[in-house]
């Protein structure tokens, strides 16, 4: 007997940093990584990219991040088919910067550099996934 697809998604490994972080940020308490320098990072780390500290301390993501860059997604990967359409957008959020799909956007209108935005974890078309989300404030 073969299992269905939805079989298989109940037993999914779980990525104990990433998806922490992903519930975390759904449950709109999404932090960073700070070192002693000052250093931000996302998770999942063990050290700081930049002085290569190993002492780490979260800190509460900031609500609201600014849209530095985009880029419009007309012919999608396999994962993304059923979304296309879509904007992938790079925010900065003061200490760290997220990548995510921009939601709440059309694509053609064009999207001002600057664009306040919040973060948030929604589910992807295609195959359900969880995704970092961007939403216009």
Known sequence: ???SSDERSDERVRDAGYDDWLDALAETDGYYLVCPE?????????????CGSTELAEEPLPD???????TAVHVPPPRFADEAPYVTAIA????????GVL?????????????EVTPG??????????IVTLRPV
């Open 1 to 3: 007997m073969t299992e």
């Open 38 to 50: 000052g250093h931000g990072s996302l998770p999942p780390r063990r050290v700081c990219p930049d």
């Open 64 to 70: 609201v991040g600014a849209v530095e860059t985009f």
């Open 92 to 99: 900065d959020f003061g200490p760290v910067r997220l990548t």
């Open 103 to 115: 939601r709440g956007v059309d694509p053609d209108d064009g999207i001002p550099i600057g664009l």
């Open 121 to 130: 974890v929604e589910r992807r078309a295609t195959d359900d996934e969880r």
